[in-house]
């Protein structure tokens, strides 16, 4: 993938989102139709901007549903079967929902909301963690989903699963359990650091070097000794990752 994208990548304070961009990103280069088409009508329900998204042409059409925008009309845990929300059914080839089932009281309906969205064919892409400590109160409710409950919903939605996955490490389940979402570029190892190391010393920013980059590098590593981030073994979920298309 492009440069400015593996760059943002290991600088977002979410280590794990990097599987999911790679496995969508798996899934665009099996599916090119996707890559360059200027017409695709896509939802985010994120209220913003993913990295998923940044894989697609940089000229499709986003409708972004955020519940900070209209908590009344975007609320996922009502019923958008009724005539309010009828006019987005049928709607949109991709639906992604990062980061948001977790702070649902009924995600099920949520899940339920988001395939009303999607036109037949459409792919909806949802992330949530699988281990997480609480953040974002008073709306915290769930602190993590396994694959196999994502499955069980797209199954009675008739929803064609794509793929459905969890990953962890030891290093990595410690810290989202205490919240501590560092970006790569510090929680990962010396090779993530490097790039931003030479990059902030050619452009002459030693101070910010110094007083901020080095010292949360430092920290961080030493807090987690011995603890690799990345790991292809631990059976814990962190961060599970589910993409289904509308049948």
């Known amino acids: 993938m492009n440069k400015d994208l593996s760059y943002r990548l290991i600088n977002i304070a979410d280590p794990t989102r990097i599987y999911s961009v790679l496995k969508f990103n798996e899934f665009l280069i099996e599916n090119p139709k996707f890559t360059k088409n200027k017409d695709l009508k896509i939802a985010s329900i994120s209220g913003g901007t993913e990295p998923e998204i940044d894989l697609l042409d940089k ?25 309010d929300y009828q006019y987005l059914h049928n709607t949109f080839d991709f639906v992604f929902c990062e980061q948001i089932l977790e702070h649902l009281s009924d995600p099920e309906m949520a899940f339920k909301n988001l395939n009303l969205l999607l036109k037949k064919n459409g792919i909806l892409h949802c992330s949530v963690p699988g281990i997480c400590g609480i953040h974002m109160d008073p709306n915290w409710y769930y602190s993590g989903f396994h694959p196999r409950l994502l499955n069980k919903w797209a199954k009675k939605l008739n929803i064609k699963i794509i793929h459905s996955f969890f990953w962890g490490s030891p290093k990595c389940a410690r810290m989202y359990s205490n919240c501590e979402f560092t970006p790569l570029v510090y929680s990962g190892g010396i090779e993530f650091f490097l790039p931003l190391f030479f990059s902030l010393l050619k452009k002459g920013k030693l101070k910010i070097l110094l007083r901020v980059h080095i010292p949360n590098f430092l920290i961080h590593n030493i807090k987690y000794f011995f603890q690799d981030m990345w790991s292809e073994s631990f059976i814990t979920p962190v961060y599970t990752v589910f993409m289904g298309e509308k049948k």
């Open 59 to 83: 000229d499709v059409d986003i409708t972004y549903l955020n519940y900070d925008d209209d908590p009344n009309m975007w609320d996922l845990t009502k019923n958008w079967e009724g005539k």
